[in-house]
């Protein structure tokens, strides 16, 4: 029981006793000042007996409370006392924390703290005593401004704070079972110290790291602060925009560097990941901004002026290549093997009705439809495979007129061997077919007719003489067809001159410019793509030379320029320029002279030579290639060998067919995906055959499958002349005739002019160009000015001719003049009279390497 029960129980008793008291002597006052005697006052005497008995046992009730009282008492001292040792214990516990320390009870009023706590006010002037409460001791901090800042959400158990006197201190609270609360404020300033130098120095780390990195960066670094300052950049910065070091040290705003030197005002205001292009000292760079969180950005500069000049020199290559194909009046396309077009001509695009370049990505299907490509799948199908294709088939253009195309699939081989695409050709045979169906039902007729003829002439004599003048009126028609025939032939024949003037001047042109850069010092990056550009245009040189060279055969239209000259002339000639290329495909070419002469057309041979020595480097991987003469009694005979794969016994004949091309067991191995490719039609040796048979020179071959392959072409004896239209050059005596020679061009394409100039001014020669002679005699004075040659062009406008100014133009000079004549015309009777002026003739297009051996030649005695 506790104390205060007791006290309590004792005060209950001592109010009861003292109640008894007050009843026992009431009843006694009463029984003796009663008058009564007998049984009442006995009965009284009872009650007050019975009344003291009650008093006795309350009485040692109360001594018994009393006794108890005493022994609790004590118990309760004792207690004080225990509780008192363990209150200065706990005062001298917390005491000994380093930290400082505060008990509040279930009132936020303060029950205990320690000196460590008391010491954080004693520069308020304020004293901390119990009972005080903790919004006191906040107002008191609030007003003296002892907290400077407070980390942590409201309601957290552990808070940080920064006082103002620069400690810092971290407060953790923790509630009591009595509904209190015990706070401990920790002092962790050095803790804070340590951890700030250790970021400081983290920092710094990184902060030397992202310099480092940003130097040795290709690109040019800049970073800007949200103030327009530039913070951070690299020597590529400083390098690309002309910025000085000690620029980029003060610290300047951007904007004030912009204006100085690069002028990139918006670049704050550009969004983030744009680009834009600026120059600086002839360098093309990229700049890029990106926008940073806190309102700065970073510049990357890059130098793309490599780049930019291949991207413009690209470009200016497909302009040239476009606007040859372009003037091409066959149909030109390239197909990928996904069937969709990569490139086509404009002649291509009208013909189909389509806007220029818009046929570029779409596929076939959507060109010719799904019926005409049902029709065309076939062929399609056998170009990828690797095949050469060549088919008519009737479509109807543009404007809905159903004409007969010659189409011609060529498949264009990967490095790998497979089949990347195919180029297509198409050219309209409409009327050629119409002529031939026209022919053929004449000849039906005429047949027929005839038999009626001789029936009748069998069954009845006597109309002898009527069927004799018949007979005579049909072969009056049959002279009129003749003439009709001869007259298409003739047609036929100006239509093949003006296409191979028109196809040849503009390509003449681009391998003028394509020679000229080829001259200039390149780099490693656009040299390769000068060269590509050179062998496409002598793969579209060779392939409509080839084009036009077979339809004249077959027309009948070319006739032989037999003239009588050393054939060691055009052999050289023909040596030097083979040995070049066998040597860059790794094979070792020998020549081997002859002094015979020979009687023959000088340029038809060196085709047929020509297409011998080109099959043979093409189809031979390792080994040699043998080029000589072997003497008969009558002919010369002039062979080509070589170590190639040879031709199967059963396919020699088949090589001098049209559009054959061998299988790989034969000579089309496809030799080709090693050497860059066969662009051809599979016409060269089948010019040959029918150029062997207008000069009347056979052919031989003979092969062994895997081994090599020997062609040889015979050509009859002949007496000296003194005339060759190959001339010889000693290259080493004339190597510095063309430094400073005067040279005069007179030619009615600009471009020709310009790329003419251009490729003889690389080779040191000085250069007047002129669209005619008026245009000429308006730029220099020959009666004053130098010359040391006249280049010209057979073909000038308003019907002049270049023979007409290269006279005109002696008229005026007082020594003689050199001259070359250049022309797409291969008349004989142009080349007769050439020959007795005394000038040189040479055919369009002009090869650089030919034009220059010539120069050498011409101006070996300048």
């Known amino acids: 029981m506790s104390e205060d029960e007791l006290l309590l129980r004792l005060a209950k008793l001592e109010r009861e006793n003292h109640k008894l008291k007050r009843i026992n002597h009431a009843l006694i006052e009463r029984v003796e000042s009663s008058n009564v005697q007998g049984a009442n006052p006995y009965a009284a005497f009872e009650h007050a007996v019975i009344l003291a008995d009650q008093v006795r046992e309350r009485t040692e009730a109360l001594n018994d409370a009393l006794s108890e009282l005493k022994i609790s008492h004590q118990a309760l001292k004792n207690a004080n006392q225990i509780a008192d040792l363990a209150n200065q214990r706990l005062v001298d516990a917390i005491e000994s924390i380093s930290d400082a320390f505060v008990l509040f009870d279930r009132d936020r009023r303060i029950v205990l703290f320690n000196s460590k706590f008391q010491s954080v006010w004693e520069g308020t002037g304020q004293v901390i005593a119990t009972g005080t409460t903790i919004r006191d001791i906040r107002r008191l901090a609030d007003q003296h401004g002892l907290i400077a800042e407070e980390y942590g959400e409201t309601g957290d158990a552990n808070k940080v704070f920064r006082l103002s006197t620069g400690q810092w201190v971290q407060m953790s609270e923790r509630p009591t079972s009595d509904g209190g609360m015990v706070i401990l404020y920790t002092d962790i300033s050095q803790l804070k110290a340590a951890e700030t130098e250790r970021r400081e120095a983290a920092l710094a780390q990184k902060s030397l790291l992202l310099q480092r990195t940003v130097d040795n960066l290709s690109q040019g670094v800049a970073l800007v602060n949200a103030s327009d300052q530039l913070e951070i950049w690299n020597d590529r910065f400083l390098t690309l925009t002309g910025v000085s070091r000690s ?349 015979a002469t020979i009687s023959t057309d000088s340029q038809l041979l060196a085709r047929i030579l020509r297409n011998f020595l080109s099959n043979a480097i093409r189809y031979t991987t390792k080994g040699r290639i043998l080029f000589g003469c072997r003497r008969k009694k009558q002919s010369l005979v002039i062979e080509v060998w070589d170590t190639g794969v040879g031709i199967p016994e059963a396919q020699l004949q088949e090589v001098f067919q049209e559009f054959r091309r061998l299988n790989p067991q034969g000579l089309g191995s496809d030799k080709s995906s090693d050497k860059g490719g066969d662009k051809g039609l599979g016409l060269g040796l089948a010019i040959v055959d029918k150029i062997s048979g207008v000069l009347g020179h056979p052919i031989t071959v003979h092969s062994i499958e895997g081994k090599g392959s020997v062609f040889a072409v015979e050509v009859p004896y002949g007496e000296l002349a003194l005339y060759s239209d190959v001339p010889g050059t000693d290259r080493a005596a004339a190597a510095d005739c063309l430094l400073g020679a005067h040279i005069w061009v007179i030619d009615n394409d600009l471009a020709i002019c310009q790329g003419m100039q251009t490729l003889l001014e690389g080779w040191g020669c000085r250069v007047t160009t002129a669209l005619s002679l008026e245009h000429l005699l308006q730029r220099v004075d020959p009666a004053k000015d130098p010359v040391d040659l006249l280049i010209a062009d057979y073909h000038l406008d308003n019907g002049n001719n270049g023979v007409d100014a290269a006279r005109g133009l002696a008229k005026r000079l007082p020594h003689p003049l050199s001259v070359l004549m250049i022309t797409a015309n291969y008349n004989k009777d142009l080349k007769q009279e050439i020959r007795e002026l005394g000038y040189i003739l040479m055919n369009k297009p002009v090869k650089p390497l030919k034009l220059k051996s010539t120069l050498l030649h011409l101006l070996k005695d300048r």
């Open 247 to 595: 620029e980029a040290e003060s610290f300047p705003p951007f904007r004030a560097l912009n204006l100085k030197h690069f002028h990139d005002n918006n670049a704050k205001g550009r969004p983030p990941g744009s680009s834009h292009i600026m120059r600086h000292d002839d360098h093309i760079i990229e700049v890029r901004t990106h926008a940073m969180p806190d309102g700065g950005y970073v510049n990357t500069y890059s130098d793309i002026t490599e780049r930019y000049q291949y991207a413009e020199t690209l470009k200016e290559s497909e302009q040239w290549i476009r606007l040859i194909t372009d003037h091409v009046p066959a149909l030109i396309a390239y197909v990928g093997d996904d069937l969709c077009y990569r490139f086509t001509n404009k002649v291509y695009d009208e013909w189909y009705g389509w806007e220029r370049g818009k046929l570029t990505g779409q596929s076939i299907t959507q060109v010719h439809g799904k019926r005409g490509f049902n029709e065309l799948e076939p062929f399609v199908q056998r170009a990828l495979s690797g095949e050469n294709v060549t088919f008519d088939i009737a479509e109807r253009n543009s404007s809905g007129e159903q004409r007969y195309m010659l189409k011609s699939y060529v498949p264009n081989i990967g490095e790998d061997g497979k089949t990347v695409g195919f180029f297509v050709m198409i050219r309209d045979i409409t009327d050629r077919r119409k002529v031939a169906l026209e022919l053929e039902e004449a000849y039906q007729n005429l047949e027929h007719r005839v038999d009626e003829r001789t029936s009748e002439l069998t069954a009845v004599n006597e109309h002898l003489l009527t069927e004799i003048e018949e007979r005579t009126q049909v072969e009056a028609r049959l002279r009129e067809a003749k003439k009709d025939a001869e007259k298409a032939n003739l047609s036929k024949t100006k239509f093949l001159a003006a296409v191979s003037h028109d196809l040849l001047q503009p390509l003449n042109a681009a391998r003028l410019f394509t020679g000229a850069l080829a001259e200039k010092e390149l780099t490693n990056v656009t040299r390769p793509l000068v060269n590509s550009v050179s062998h496409a245009l002598s793969d579209v040189e060779s392939l409509l030379g080839t084009l036009v060279d077979i339809s004249k055969l077959d027309a009948g239209v070319v006739t032989p320029d037999v003239t009588t000259f050393r054939v060691r002339e055009l052999m050289e000639n023909i040596a030097n320029e083979f040995c070049q290329f066998a040597l860059k495909d790794g094979l070792k070419m020998s020549y081997i002279p002859s002094s």
